[in-house]
């Protein structure tokens, strides 16, 4: 099972709103709406940021969301804050009953 | 609070073989699915395993398969990940977590470095 892929890193001002892309194929992204994003600062455990492409956790600030179209899912950030800079993972169920993650994208707020 | 707490984790020679338990606390152990993930040093997350809530279906990642196995033991309401036939790159920093359905992970362990090595 090859990892979804996400754009190795991402940029931009406070305030303003990114998008981070997460392709996948037929057999998980495309299949099920079983994709999750997490974040993860370093040395930290990862957190829980989207799940079931849309939702948001209990919590999880309302700036994030997710999308999805076909077998490509996307997660949001408007109004950047300073806070938001870290790694950022997807994840999707697939065909093969297995989990498979992105590479994983850096944010970097300016 | 709602927790886990992993460990087991260590230096083992390639070949050997480690158990990692991870304790929850604040919740039931066999009412949720739960699973491992693992970090190697400066890479992203891989999905290892995952284990059913009441069913004890297991599921294991291509990578693992045939070397490790996912159990629970519900009576000290405990996760286990049983490694064997270990090799230099299943080195990585080892989380447990919660599915909260929709093969999501909402709650992680704070991880157990697993480091394999001669």
């Known amino acids: 099972q090859s990892a979804l892929t996400q754009p190795a890193s991402v940029s931009g001002f406070p305030g303003q709103s990114i998008t981070i892309s997460c392709t996948g194929t037929s057999s998980d992204v495309g299949a099920y709406n079983y994709v999750s994003w997490y974040q993860q600062h370093p040395a930290k455990a990862p957190k829980l940021m989207i799940y079931?492409?849309?939702n948001r956790p209990s919590g999880v600030s309302n700036r994030f969301s997710g999308s999805k179209s076909g077998n490509t899912a996307s997660l949001t950030i408007s109004g950047l804050q300073a806070e938001d800079e870290a790694d950022y993972y997807c994840s999707s169920f697939t065909r093969g009953s297995t989990v498979v993650f992105g590479g994983g994208t850096k944010l970097t707020v300016l | 609070e709602v927790q886990l707490l992993e460990s087991g984790g260590g230096l083992v020679q390639p070949g050997g073989s480690l158990r990692l338990p991870c304790a929850a606390s604040g919740f039931t152990l066999n009412s949720f699915g739960m699973g491992w993930v693992r970090q190697a040093p400066g890479k992203g997350l891989e999905w290892v395993s995952a284990i059913g809530d009441n069913s004890g279906s297991t599921y294991l990642a291509d990578s693992v398969k045939g070397r490790f196995t996912v159990s629970r033991d519900n009576s000290r309401n405990t996760l286990y990940m049983e490694m064997n036939s270990l090799r230099a790159d299943d080195t990585a920093v080892y989380y447990c977590?919660?599915?909260?359905?929709?093969?999501?992970?909402?709650?992680w362990g704070q991880g157990t470095m697993v480091i394999v090595s001669s």
């Open positions: 079931g492409v849309t």
């Open positions: 977590a919660r599915s909260s359905g929709w093969w999501a992970f909402d709650i």
